[in-house]
């Protein structure tokens, strides 16, 4: 059974060792629950908490949450519409101010991430063509996707307010944490 106790992170724990707790107490908050909507739901509150409590640049995210592969929402009013036109992500659970609705494959760091399946690190977002600013305060941003049977189902999003705020150890831990989310959800 959830409990809020599992969103505490000691004050002077490491990143490794926040990361590790986060993992874990995503597992067990995971556990019988394969419903995306409420396992992202969690785990977006378990990364806020998480960032919070790590110094800087980390303690500088702005929003963490996930974005989905649009087709997971039941919606009549796509039938009809091409492939293309429906390869869109939709907002997920997230911790942060209010985000963009609706983002298309290939546009912004979430897109390009989400259509080439593959972690995407920007140490400052001004310099990545394209970019979608949702909260004009972000500086830099990882989108780590979802994979499941090898395509995109959803996509990790983390914004912080200061450049180059992630790096490998970041991607690293991020991608573990996709693969749990991958196998423990009914996409």
């Known amino acids: 059974m959830p409990h809020a106790d599992s969103s505490y992170f000691g004050p002077s724990a490491s990143k490794p060792e926040i990361y590790s707790q986060v993992l874990s107490q995503a597992e067990g908050l995971l556990y019988g629950q394969r419903n995306w ?39 009549p009013n796509t039938q009809g519409q091409s492939q293309e036109q429906q390869k869109k992500l939709w907002l997920g659970p997230f911790q942060g101010r209010p985000a963009c609705q609706e983002i ?4 912004g760091v979430c897109g390009t991430a989400a259509e080439k399946g593959e972690t995407v690190v920007v140490g400052d977002v001004l310099q990545f063509p394209g970019h979608i600013a949702c909260d004009a305060q972000s500086r830099s941003e990882i989108v780590v996707p979802i994979l499941s049977q090898g395509e995109t189902v959803a996509i990790i999003d983390v914004d912080c307010t200061e450049v180059d705020g992630f790096d490998e150890a970041d991607r690293k831990f991020l991608e573990e944490l996709a693969g749990l989310l991958a196998n423990s959800c009914d996409w």
């Open 37 to 75: 909507v409420s396992n992202l739901s969690n785990v977006a509150s378990l990364l806020w908490h998480a960032y919070a409590a790590l110094p800087s640049p980390l303690s500088a995210v702005n929003w963490a949450g996930f974005y989905v592969r649009q087709d997971k929402f039941p919606n």
């Open 104 to 107: 298309r494959f290939g546009r």
